[in-house]
């Protein structure tokens, strides 16, 4: 009887211990599945797609989109495999409503990941008026701070980075840059702000500017500001374009087509968009070694790039004949592969077109950089995830997501024109 009992002892025991090491094995399991990813577990990571997001239908920012609208909106981009989106200002509506439907998303199942890069607007005294640009607006941009930091903290499972000004410091610029002084001061605030448990340790802090901003260009940027800021960021936020290039610095755009004359349409228009992922690849590695030559240790990622599909004057038919669907569509796949290849993130530019942006010329190129136009028309770079069936049942605005030129590949070539 006495060894039964020491049997049925050692039973329990054993029974007991399995049952906490079974537990411990399920939280863990939960843990990892659920785990709350940081910056650093997204960004370099070709599986977080990443994109520029505005949602804005109409010619004014003050027509707000919907609640319902950005859902329907975060849904196509998820079906594409979007995971991070990128906003621009918090002063009106949208941002805090893009945040309150990726929660909603969350929390209705289906294993919705979203996370989102918050943009603050940052700007010089008497932007646009009488811009002086030795001066903050310093009402402002502390309101834009303070409304960082609430929006942080309310969804520090969805909000990973902050980036403080968008093209802030770029002077062509000119109705609201502001030195770097300004954009390290408030990068500096934030930074203090996680050291003392007032903001998420692991929000990253950046801003997002012009390569030229960030030492990769005009020796005139270079300044102990800038040295100051690129170490108190966590990454480098960077744009590159080589499309609006094709009429500024065109050199790249004009010698790629040197000796292709005997070549087919096709190979010269994929010579001429490969040359254009070299321009861009060329800017980030400029910065890369200004920041190296500094003896910084900083990730770099590309905060904007992008290709428009349509544009009346300087990069349409009558200008560098850069803009059209085709030419999209091969630099967001090459932009896509580079990207990829050497782990940096694009926050592409952009998700849908937005006719606010240059609201007086319908036509103009600011308004057609999307993957998609207004009305939900998935454009060329898209056509296969369209064939794949991820977007079955999708809907933009009650409208059916449908191919441009009802999918068909010669109509939509028709519109190419090859530069001279």
Known sequence: MKHLRSLLTIALVFTFCFSIVSCKNNQMNAFSVNKNKSAADLLGHSEYKAMSYGGYRTLSRDDQPSLSQIKEDLKILSAIGVKIIRTYNLQLDQASNILKVIKTLKEEGDNFEM??????????????????????????????????INYANQYPEIVKIIAVGNEAMVHWQTDYFVGPSVVLKWVNHLQKLKTQDKLPPDLWITSSDNFASWGGGDPSYHNEDLISLIKAVDYISLHTYPFHDTHYNSSFWVESQTDSEHLDPKTRIELLVQSAV?????????????????GVKVPIHIGETGWATVSENLYGPLGTKAADEYKQALYYQKMSDWTSANRVSCFYFEAFDEPW???????????????????????????????????????????????????????????VKLPN
């Open 115 to 148: 996370y989102v890069m918050l943009g603050l607007w940052i700007e010089c005294e008497n932007a646009r008026l009488s811009p002086n640009h030795d001066q903050e607006d310093l009402e402002v941009n502390s309101a834009e701070i303070e409304r960082a």
């Open 357 to 415: 942006k240059d609201a007086p010329r319908p036509l103009g190129s600011e308004n057609h950089f999307g993957l998609f136009d207004v009305e939900g028309t998935v454009k060329y770079a898209l056509w296969d995830a369209y064939d794949s069936g991820v977007f079955k049942g999708m809907s933009r605005d009650g409208i059916p997501l449908k191919k441009s030129f009802d999918g068909i590949f010669n109509e939509m070539f028709n519109t």
């Open 278 to 294: 070299d321009y861009a690849v060329f800017q980030y590695i400029a910065v890369e070694n200004y920041v190296k030559s500094l």
